[in-house]
């Protein structure tokens, strides 16, 4: 599994692994090249569609780095259309929500956004007076079992097949879309029957998220982790955009096609996974990412170290570098509290996944996991109300239809695909991410107040407040969800163990999900009242208890940057001086001869 498990099946042993490590960067070039790995590809694990590129040798032209570059750029791409195409399925409940409920029909009306009109038919049973209420109720059965289910999906990721689980996840959650749709075409109004289609989704796509991080992180180092995955993590808000815009079009007057649209196109990415999906570069016979050789390389001991070598060594060992930072900042790093110590060499295939308990003994799971519980929890509450809020809110004294306030809404979701870049590119640049996330929830209390105080008065301002509080708000929850999760899931205290990503990672957002979960319901409570002022509170809190709850993570980041300072300091002095030393002995040595 990887160039170094292939050395040691050979024989090599520690002191082949020594040389490849201190040989000459051409003999090394050499070693890594295309001829070496050509043979090692396991097509028996090969999707079809791979397989078939393979044996026709159209990607044997390729250079080791080209090759690599493609299937990352082919990993980046599939696994982005996957989630996208779920969170359009999602939102698509929230744009047809002013359907089945309606509460006003006029384009122009500055009177009716606030109380029902005579003119408006939806559908039973939620076109009633308890219309919002059980509105709500699908909504948090959705909820929940995302959430209870997803604790159990990252064990199940971790011991199976990626591409099967992601694809048999897809087409449960393709199912689940399409069954909610069918309930118009069949003209069925019983709640029992989207309570249960609600239930089967939010299973099915408990799933997504622990797969597409394990293998995001099966391909990507730790090397500028932040910025990709912010990047990565605009999937989230171009399905929002997506599914307030697809599905919107039939929204109004045919709600059950919108369903049905969603549904065909998440089968249509499903059978790309199928087909193309690779989830881990040794079946192509490609090396592991940096993170899995850091914890297998053997030092070579025919190394000429100098007296300026081991000063700069010392205070290496005293002071943490940068790329340490996120691993020592968040407390101990005891092996024996994450995974047992046989488990570093073991055959990544035959290796066991880590248990949950042990997973939550990783420094900063707990923490970030918290942090991620109110995080969420503002985030889904957007996700699902928002739309709700613009339609029955005059912006600019002027109410929206159920398609311009699904189009209008989309611009939170432009601000959080900004915060998330941005929230991981300044994370690696300062490698701090509890530092970031705390400085963004900060952050994103006063855009909240603002957001609510201003952002109704006019449509421009409306569209500017949304953008930022979306950038304020998205860059924590994305970073959490997503670099911080593989960081964590190839902490150094698992000594190497490739089998606890998707465990982490289910943990960190099944946590979350829960926070996702109470966050529309205290929503819903509070605006079927209409006291809007309270929900926006609310989230305020919520924003305030979230960088709370990273404070201890943040004072062990300001900690290892301050004790880097110092020993810099030190170290810049240190050589002044042995600079000095080694100019009086030239002078000795010359005055000598």
Wanted: proline content about 3%.
């Amino acid at each position: 599994h990887g160039w170094i498990s292939h050395v040691r099946d050979q024989g090599a042993g520690a002191h082949t692994m020594a040389g490849i490590k201190s040989c000459r960067s051409d003999d090394k070039d050499r070693l890594l090249s295309r001829e070496y790995f050509v043979d090692k590809v396991q097509y028996g694990r090969l999707p079809v569609g791979i397989w078939c590129l393979e044996r026709a040798g159209i990607l044997s032209r390729l250079s080791l780095a080209q090759k690599k570059k493609l299937y990352q750029m082919s990993i980046l791409v599939l696994t982005f259309l996957l989630y996208a195409s779920l969170h359009m399925a999602r939102v698509t409940s929230s744009v047809v929500k002013s359907t089945l409920h309606p509460k006003c029909d006029s384009l122009n009306s500055t009177e009716e956004c606030a109380k029902p009109s005579n003119h408006c038919d939806g559908w039973r049973p939620f076109d009633g007076a308890h219309g919002k209420s059980l509105l709500g109720v699908v909504d948090y059965v959705w909820l929940f079992s995302y959430a209870i289910f997803m604790f159990f999906s990252g064990q199940v990721a971790d011991h199976s097949n990626l591409r099967y689980f992601l694809t048999f996840g897809m087409l449960g959650s393709s199912l689940s879309i399409g069954l909610f749709g069918t309930g118009y075409f069949l003209d069925i109004h019983h709640l029992a029957y989207f309570l249960t289609v609600q239930v089967l989704g939010g299973a099915m796509q408990s799933s997504g998220w622990p797969g597409v991080v394990a293998v995001m992180a099966n391909w990507f180092g730790k090397h500028r982790r932040g910025l990709i995955m912010g990047i990565w993590n605009c999937h989230v808000s171009v399905g929002n955009l997506l599914g307030y815009i697809i599905p919107g079009i039939w929204a109004h007057h045919h709600w059950g096609i919108s369903y049905l649209v969603s549904c065909s196109i998440m089968l249509c990415v499903t059978a790309l996974i199928f087909l193309f999906l690779v989830t881990d570069p040794a079946h192509v016979g490609l090396p592991p990412p940096k993170h899995q050789l850091e914890s297998e390389e053997i030092s070579s001991t025919n190394t000429v170290v100098t007296k300026t070598d081991l000063l700069r060594k010392q205070h290496q060992q005293e002071a943490p570098s940068s790329s340490q930072t996120l691993n020592t900042a968040y407390g101990s790093t005891d092996v024996t509290a994450a995974v047992p110590r046989d488990n570093a060499n073991v055959n990544p295939d035959k290796e066991k996944a880590i248990k949950i308990w042990r997973a939550l003994l990783i420094p900063g799971v707990v923490e970030f996991s918290l942090a991620l519980f109110f995080s969420k929890l503002v985030i889904y509450s957007f996700l699902f109300w928002l739309p709700f809020y613009v339609k029955n809110t005059q912006i600019g004294h002027r109410c929206l239809s159920t398609f311009q306030s699904g189009a209008l809404s989309s611009m939170f979701d432009v601000g959080a695909m900004i915060g998330s870049i941005l929230a991981g590119s300044i994370s690696d640049l300062l490698q701090a991410r509890a530092f970031t996330s705390v400085a963004s929830l900060v952050f994103a209390i006063p855009s909240l107040f603002l957001f609510r105080e201003f952002g109704s008065q006019h449509l421009g301002l409306t569209i500017a407040m949304m953008i930022v509080t979306g950038i304020f708000i998205n860059g924590p929850y994305a970073m959490i969800t997503t670099a911080v999760s593989a960081d964590l899931g190839t902490h150094k205290s698992l000594q190497g163990s490739q089998k606890a990503k998707a465990t982490v990672t289910a943990i960190i957002d099944g946590t979350g999900s829960i926070g996702a979960a109470v966050g529309p319901l205290i929503t819903g409570l509070l605006s079927s009242k209409q006291d809007w002022d309270s929900v926006f509170f609310f989230f305020m809190a919520s924003s305030l208890a979230s960088a709370v709850l990273l404070s201890r993570l943040v004072y062990g980041e300001v900690k290892i940057w301050w004790n880097n300072y110092t020993h810099k300091r030190r170290l810049k002095a240190d050589r002044e001086d042995l600079i000095v030393v080694h100019d009086d002995d030239d002078i000795s040595t010359g005055i000598a001869t």
